[in-house]
């Protein structure tokens, strides 16, 4: 399905309160996992519709490089920093408190308080097999927690009439929270593509639905603090990962931190 912008969509929630950090194009909201926890639960109703990027190191780079995906990047709620390079990047340039805010860690970070707020959580992508796991990992392990509805997409482009389903179906269940989980740039542009016609507030959170399913394990918290999950990731997965890796991270370090873009 091809990228359809929605040029009258106006985002309902202030971007102006959200300080952001222009690295490589790419608008990085300088923020930490508290003060995006506060907003997203300040704003929550006014934020459906809409969307959140999870930006790291890759994304950066093809943003770079597509000017289509970075409007993408740009065109949401927020971009959050969820490569620690970004945050570290934000910190050189003045921005004291921007700190790495995973998509992993905002998921779970939700789902603690989901059953006392009354959230109610869309799943939207990977496959049958990882949702199907997922809903019985989240079932456990946060009691009481609303699970309006999970879909795993085909592979090929829908058509309209399939898309015109899929969007009635999530907004029958009426949901707070999409979390979309279809790897970038699809899930970016799966998101523009309905900015303004889900009802729920859009998050892209790529293995997101992976490692909450328990099919990915996370680095240990000493590497994710000194920004080396993306390591831990290669060792898991060097022959798909390396190529990625090499030709973004050098591009990322040559723009961003020699030339400071």
């Known amino acids: 399905m091809s990228v359809i912008y929605n040029e009258s969509y106006k985002h309902t929630a202030d971007k102006s309160e959200i300080p952001t950090c222009n690295i490589m194009g790419v608008n990085i909201a300088a923020i930490d996992m508290d003060w995006l926890l506060k907003y997203i639960e300040c704003n929550l109703k006014e934020l459906s519709g809409d969307y959140i990027c999870v ?28 490569g620690g390079p970004l945050s570290s990047v934000g910190r050189k340039r003045g921005f004291k408190d921007m700190k ?6 905002l998921m779970g970070e939700i789902f603690k308080i989901s059953a006392v707020k009354g959230y109610r959580h869309y799943f939207y992508g990977s496959t049958d097999e990882t ?12 009691p009481g927690i609303q699970i309006a509805g999970m879909y795993s997409p085909p592979f090929r482009p829908m058509t309209y009439d399939e898309d015109k389903a899929i969007i009635e179906r999530i907004n029958e269940t009426n949901p707070d929270f999409v979390w979309v989980g279809l790897g970038a740039p699809k899930q970016e542009k799966w998101m523009t593509a309905h900015q303004g016609r889900i009802n729920g507030l859009m998050v892209g959170v790529g293995a997101g639905f992976d490692y909450h399913a328990g099919n990915i394990e996370r680095a240990p918290e000493w590497m994710q603090k000194s920004n080396l999950e ?32």
């Open 55 to 82: 930006s790291n190191v890759h994304t950066t780079v093809m943003a770079y490089e597509d000017q289509e995906y970075q409007k993408i990047q740009n065109g949401g709620i927020m971009a959050i920093p969820d």
């Open 100 to 105: 790495r805010t995973t998509g992993p860690s």
């Open 131 to 142: 949702i199907e796991k997922l809903y019985s990992v989240l079932a456990d392990s946060y």
């Open 230 to 261: 993306w390591l831990y990731r290669l060792l898991q997965d060097p022959r798909r990962l390396f190529r990625r890796y090499w030709h973004t991270n050098m591009k990322f370090i040559w723009n961003a931190v020699v030339r400071g873009m």
